[in-house]
């Protein structure tokens, strides 16, 4: 099972993501990113939209941060909230996934503004069969 | 946090040692006040600038200006120059995502005394007139070809269709805009997010503020700003809002190409970059001059909205509430510069992350008004506490490519601060103090408390007293706008 923890950092905002294989993990990126930005808390429209998301990089550290951002971009761009992560598929180099979103009424008062996630220092380790990394966004 | 030696070079100045084992092609120099020190240790600022000073081409020093803190890539406060004749690099990582994130200060015909009881008016017409917060739109509408205009001519765009003069231009970094940007090579998604963001402050540590001149210390210098104790004055800081994070974003995936094409080793992925002679750079160029004339575009348009609404506030025109810029400047920006290393004059790419230019007397760079003096360095502080402006020296040209800080600089986390800080108490603590706050949101207020930043008179005596910048005027906030 996937999971992450909110960690301290200075000027920005860090979260460290766990998860038993790269679908898990991703899982667990998703999940932590919703609560970094209390997205979860906005005023939602019933309305649904299917985001379809397929990206390429050249390592899972760079699909996680090209994943991070779409979802930033979902929110500033669309004004839309990620509520639900389907049909992920986590490949070689590569990321497909339908990311389900709603309308944006009111955004909560403790949403966090992310610029982007970044690669500050970004390693996808494997430990005690899991993969591990810290992720920083800039704030 | 940093565990390897730091030698002190007097009080003001240390150096962290070469160390070739890790990579390191220069020492690391920073500079702070003796009681910051250990604030430094303790959090990873240091280590990013050892990071730094691995980078190809790199001159003289991996440098971090007084309010150095914990970013990613670079330090905050983080300054490098390389050489593209010795296999120089240009990194993303080393300007940031919020490309020309910078500050203007605008001074008034208007004393305190004459205006104590309009401070909740001004701030609350400023409040309603400048959009701020996540998802607003900016003041004007444009198109994908206006914008396109705007990422060409900057500051230019905004004084072309009458929302600034020709004296904003002269008292703007670079005169408000910078050559060589090419917005055709912008993304969609770039175009579409700073679109309707233009005359917009965003989220975050953004802010406007009313201020009050406080004290002059260089009476020669405030002069020529036209500064003067108990005058009214207005600091907008802002950047390039969700195009320039957009620009950042895209180019960072090219240089994470360029890193494996050029063969470069790098300590951290945040710090990809790529030879300043390669076709990435001229790529990154482009997007990054683009979106630093965005920048400037926008805090002239805020300037604008600011003037008109006083304007109808005050029931005055603002040349007679006397609204001049006394200064733009950039603090997340490389630019390509000319400085002496070793005697020799070299064309480097000087990156400030979180720093701004500190050009000393007598540079033609700096507005002919302000040739004398210095180029006003603008360093403000954090919410409820004062600003400085101070001008730049010729020590910083020798040390630190013409750089000074550009704020208090974070000592606390974001969590960390809303764990620790109560909203009430916080908006009390500013009643106290009499400054009105108008703001989207109370977590920001939490996140942003002054509690959350170093002194930042600490870190202005650290530039002062080293002499990378001398101290001309203080300003405190009497009214705060935060998005």
Same mark, same amino acid.
């Given at each position: 099972?996937?999971?992450?923890?909110?960690?301290?950092?200075?000027?920005?905002?860090?979260?460290?993501?766990?998860?038993?294989?790269?679908?898990?993990?991703?899982?667990?990126?998703?999940?932590?990113?919703?609560?970094?930005?209390?997205?979860?808390?906005?005023?939602?429209?019933?309305?649904?939209?299917?985001?379809?998301?397929?990206?390429?990089?050249?390592?899972?550290?760079?699909?996680?941060?090209?994943?991070?951002?779409?979802?930033?971009?979902?929110?500033? =761009?669309?004004?839309? @909230?990620?509520?639900?992560? /389907?049909?992920? *598929?986590?490949?070689?180099?590569? %990321?497909?996934?339908?990311? !389900?979103?709603?309308?944006?009424?009111?955004?909560?008062?403790?949403?966090? =503004?992310?610029?982007? @996630?970044?690669?500050?220092? /970004?390693?996808? *380790?494997?430990?005690?069969?899991? %993969?591990?990394?810290?992720? !920083?966004?800039?704030? | 946090?940093?565990?390897?030696?730091?030698?002190?070079?007097?009080?003001?100045?240390?150096?962290?040692?070469?160390?070739?084992?890790?990579?390191?092609?220069?020492?690391?120099?920073?500079?702070?006040?003796?009681?910051?020190?250990?604030?430094?240790?303790?959090?990873?600022?240091?280590?990013?600038?050892?990071?730094?000073?691995?980078?190809?081409?790199?001159?003289?020093?991996?440098?971090?200006?007084?309010?150095?803190?914990?970013?990613?890539?670079?330090?905050?406060?983080?300054?490098?120059?390389?050489?593209?004749?010795?296999?120089?690099?240009?990194?993303?990582?080393?300007?940031?995502?919020?490309?020309?994130?910078?500050?203007?200060?605008?001074?008034?015909?208007?004393?305190?005394?004459?205006?104590?009881?309009?401070?909740?008016?001004?701030?609350?017409?400023?409040?309603?007139?400048?959009?701020?917060?996540?998802?607003?739109?900016?003041?004007?509408?444009?198109?994908?070809?206006?914008?396109?205009?705007?990422?060409?001519?900057?500051?230019?765009?905004?004084?072309?269709?009458?929302?600034?003069?020709?004296?904003?231009?002269?008292?703007?970094?670079?005169?408000?805009?910078?050559?060589?940007?090419?917005?055709?090579?912008?993304?969609?998604?770039?175009?579409?997010?700073?679109?309707?963001?233009?005359?917009?402050?965003?989220?975050?540590?953004?802010?406007?503020?009313?201020?009050?001149?406080?004290?002059?210390?260089?009476?020669?210098?405030?002069?020529?700003?036209?500064?003067?104790?108990?005058?009214?004055?207005?600091?907008?800081?802002?950047?390039?809002?969700?195009?320039?994070?957009?620009?950042?974003?895209?180019?960072?995936?090219?240089?994470?190409?360029?890193?494996?094409?050029?063969?470069?080793?790098?300590?951290?992925?945040?710090?990809?970059?790529?030879?300043?002679?390669?076709?990435?750079?001229?790529?990154?160029?482009?997007?990054?001059?683009?979106?630093?004339?965005?920048?400037?575009?926008?805090?002239?348009?805020?300037?604008?909205?600011?003037?008109?609404?006083?304007?109808?506030?005050?029931?005055?025109?603002?040349?007679?509430?006397?609204?001049?810029?006394?200064?733009?400047?950039?603090?997340?920006?490389?630019?390509?510069?000319?400085?002496?290393?070793?005697?020799?004059?070299?064309?480097?790419?000087?990156?400030?992350?979180?720093?701004?230019?500190?050009?000393?007397?007598?540079?033609?760079?700096?507005?002919?008004?302000?040739?004398?003096?210095?180029?006003?360095?603008?360093?403000?502080?954090?919410?409820?506490?004062?600003?400085?402006?101070?001008?730049?020296?010729?020590?910083?040209?020798?040390?630190?490519?013409?750089?000074?800080?550009?704020?208090?600089?974070?000592?606390?986390?974001?969590?960390?601060?809303?764990?620790?800080?109560?909203?009430?108490?916080?908006?009390?603590?500013?009643?106290?103090?009499?400054?009105?706050?108008?703001?989207?949101?109370?977590?920001?207020?939490?996140?942003?408390?002054?509690?959350?930043?170093?002194?930042?008179?600490?870190?202005?005596?650290?530039?002062?007293?080293?002499?990378?910048?001398?101290?001309?005027?203080?300003?405190?906030?009497?009214?705060?706008?935060?998005?």
């Amino acid at each position: 099972m996937g999971n992450f923890e909110i960690l301290d950092h200075t000027a920005d905002i860090a979260m460290r993501i766990s998860g038993t294989d790269a679908a898990d993990f991703f899982h667990a990126a998703f999940d932590g990113f919703c609560e970094i930005t209390e997205i979860n808390s906005a005023v939602l429209s019933d309305n649904e939209i299917t985001h379809n998301i397929a990206l390429d990089g050249a390592d899972n550290e760079e699909l996680l941060v090209r994943f991070l951002n779409e979802l930033i971009r979902m929110i500033q =761009e669309n004004m839309t @909230a990620p509520v639900k992560l /389907l049909n992920l *598929e986590v490949g070689n180099k590569t %990321l497909k996934c339908d990311v !389900i979103a709603k309308t944006i009424e009111k955004l909560p008062d403790g949403y966090a =503004e992310i610029k982007a @996630a970044t690669y500050h220092m /970004l390693k996808i *380790e494997h430990s005690d069969d899991r %993969l591990i990394a810290t992720c !920083i966004l800039d704030v | 946090m940093w565990q390897g030696e730091i030698k002190r070079i007097d009080d003001y100045r240390y150096e962290i040692a070469l160390d070739k084992s890790k990579g390191m092609r220069v020492c690391g120099r920073f500079y702070t006040a003796p009681e910051g020190l250990e604030q430094i240790k303790s959090e990873d600022g240091l280590q990013q600038m050892a990071n730094v000073a691995t980078l190809p081409g790199i001159q003289k020093y991996s440098l971090a200006m007084p309010d150095i803190h914990w970013g990613y890539g670079f330090p905050i406060g983080g300054v490098a120059a390389f050489d593209p004749n010795e296999g120089g690099i240009i990194s993303p990582g080393g300007v940031g995502y919020d490309i020309n994130c910078g500050v203007r200060l605008i001074r008034t015909n208007m004393m305190f005394d004459d205006f104590k009881d309009k401070i909740e008016a001004i701030t609350h017409q400023i409040y309603r007139d400048i959009p701020t917060g996540l998802g607003t739109r900016g003041i004007i509408k444009v198109s994908t070809s206006e914008l396109k205009d705007v990422c060409r001519k900057g500051a230019v765009w905004a004084v072309e269709n009458d929302m600034g003069t020709q004296s904003d231009l002269d008292c703007t970094e670079d005169n408000g805009f910078i050559d060589g940007a090419d917005p055709s090579l912008a993304s969609n998604r770039a175009i579409e997010r700073g679109r309707p963001q233009l005359g917009s402050l965003g989220a975050g540590n953004h802010f406007i503020e009313v201020q009050i001149v406080d004290e002059i210390f260089n009476t020669k210098a405030a002069n020529a700003m036209e500064l003067k104790k108990g005058q009214l004055a207005i600091m907008i800081h802002t950047g390039s809002r969700g195009f320039g994070y957009q620009c950042c974003d895209d180019s960072l995936a090219q240089m994470q190409k360029a890193v494996k094409k050029y063969k470069i080793d790098l300590p951290d992925r945040q710090l990809a970059c790529t030879p300043l002679d390669s076709r990435e750079a001229d790529y990154y160029f482009a997007l990054m001059r683009s979106a630093a004339n965005f920048a400037w575009c926008n805090r002239q348009i805020i300037t604008h909205g600011i003037r008109q609404g006083l304007s109808r506030l005050l029931g005055k025109s603002w040349e007679e509430l006397g609204l001049f810029l006394v200064y733009d400047l950039a603090h997340n920006i490389a630019k390509i510069e000319k400085h002496k290393v070793d005697g020799v004059m070299k064309t480097l790419c000087v990156h400030r992350k979180g720093a701004t230019r500190a050009f000393a007397p007598g540079d033609k760079r700096i507005p002919l008004k302000y040739r004398d003096v210095g180029q006003p360095v603008i360093i403000p502080g954090s919410m409820g506490t004062a600003s400085y402006v101070l001008v730049g020296t010729q020590t910083a040209m020798d040390e630190t490519f013409g750089s000074c800080a550009h704020g208090a600089g974070r000592v606390l986390g974001r969590r960390e601060a809303l764990r620790r800080l109560d909203h009430v108490e916080l908006l009390n603590e500013m009643k106290r103090k009499q400054i009105v706050i108008r703001a989207h949101s109370k977590k920001t207020l939490r996140e942003e408390a002054p509690q959350a930043y170093k002194d930042v008179d600490m870190v202005v005596e650290a530039s002062h007293e080293s002499g990378i910048a001398d101290k001309v005027a203080r300003l405190k906030p009497l009214g705060v706008v935060k998005g």
